[in-house]
């Protein structure tokens, strides 16, 4: 973050259940990022930290990272629209792949959390 530009302190997690592939965590953060409601978060991909040592599985989440000093407002509607646009890829991943897609929860969440 260059000096001058608000604190990072809150963000959104957005995390897939264990069926999710490594293809649907990509995939899900590259739909994200092309939604132009979202230009301004930092979107990130990192290891779960609730997932234990040893798990077979991707043990990925996605982290929206508010970068300006917004209010918590502002990140209750991006919240809101972060939950449409994970609604609208599971539609779309429906109609190009076989199968359910994961199960997606997105929460937000103090960034000290991390």
Known sequence: MAEGEG???QGIRVRLDESASRSDVTALKT???RESLLEELRIIERPRGDVPDGHM???MEIWLVVVSSATTVV???LLNHIIRAVRAWQDNRREVESGEPPRVDVDSVNLDER
């Open 57 to 59: 599985g991707v043990g």
């Open 31 to 33: 739909w994200l990022e």
């Open 75 to 77: 990140t209750d509607r």
């Open 7 to 9: 604190v990072a302190d």
